[in-house]
């Protein structure tokens, strides 16, 4: 396995290290998290009930992972501890793959339920309904999560229709080491046939996404001859305000889609329909353009906001 320009894991954590780093996860969430009341888990408690098992854990990839746990456990998505070598990657996020749990006549076996095209796994091959047997000539089996290093290459074993074989996957460095991913192909279209159209949109990249949203606009009208539609949302990466582009060509009249709030606006109090409107993405504008009157609107103000599609 290449590691590429991947960082290394720290070998050995003292006691102090440890501590000082479940301190400062423990602040962080307990000041930013955008809900103060922790999705009702009371996570504080949670964490703190938790602590001295976790600091008792002296192997730093052991570590982290109880870390991760605890994170998630207050139950939103995209949420999570990774150390900045990004050595433990969820495979839907590292290689663009989602695996699920399977019973076949050789016990439990991870399946690929979904591949994003244009990610690292279906570059390699990947399909669905692929099983993966191994990593690196080590077999994986559940509960043990798929996992991948960024900034690797892997050599996985998988069966497809009853015969197994090889295949290598090189999953490049993140843009950000902060959100660890691979980025697919965002938007996917095609007609099925004469009726129906396939939309697949794997992620919303870009705070404001404007090349995305316009992209899902060529498909949509790519696809304005279909009376059926299949949107195809399985294993998305999430991402920005992309999603009103696509959330506005499902809904024929100007209604409320959702809203945004931060943390201070949350605990101060607020009524949604008072908050700034979001209705329309300047995709009409080049970026620079489109960024700037965006930032002339919201910008230097509380980033809660209220979507709606307009006419």
Not at 224 to 237: A, E, M, Q, V
């Amino acid at each position: 396995m290449e590691q590429g320009q991947s960082l290394q894991r720290p070998k050995v954590l003292t006691y102090k290290q440890r501590e000082s780093i479940f301190s400062k996860i423990f602040s962080l969430v307990v000041k930013h998290y955008f809900d103060p009341k922790f999705n009702g888990t009371d996570w504080p408690a949670i964490a703190q009930s938790c602590k001295s098992e976790i600091l008792a854990i002296e192997e730093p990839e052991a570590f982290e992972l109880a870390l991760h746990g605890l994170v998630r456990r207050l139950g939103t998505s995209h949420t999570g501890v990774f150390h900045q070598s990004v050595r433990r990657v969820p495979a839907r996020l590292a290689v663009g793959a989602t695996f699920s749990r399977r019973v076949d006549e050789d016990g439990s076996r991870w399946v690929a339920t979904d591949v994003h095209p244009g990610g690292p796994a279906a570059v390699a091959g990947l399909k669905t309904g692929d099983a993966l047997l191994a990593v690196e000539g080590k077999p994986l089996v559940p509960p043990e999560q798929p996992m991948f290093a960024m900034g690797a290459e892997f050599t996985l074993e998988i069966r497809r229709a009853g015969e197994s074989e090889e295949m290598k996957v090189k999953v490049p460095m993140p843009r950000h080491k902060n959100q660890p991913y691979s980025e697919p192909e965002p938007v996917v279209s095609s007609v099925l046939d004469r009726n129906t159209g396939y939309l697949k949109v794997s992620i919303l990249p870009g705070l404001l996404g404007l090349d995305v949203a316009r992209r899902i606009d060529a498909a949509v009208v790519e696809l304005s001859s279909c009376d059926r539609l299949i949107l195809d949302l399985r294993g998305h990466l999430g991402g920005g305000l992309g999603v009103l582009r696509l959330m506005s060509h499902l809904t024929p009249d100007r209604i409320p889609i959702g809203y945004t709030l931060s943390r201070k606006r949350a605990e101060s109090g607020y009524e949604k329909e008072t908050l700034p409107r979001l209705d329309r993405l300047p995709t009409h504008l080049p970026n620079p353009l489109g960024v700037a009157s965006l930032a002339l609107r919201f910008g230097g103000r509380d980033p809660s906001v209220f979507w709606c599609r307009r006419d």
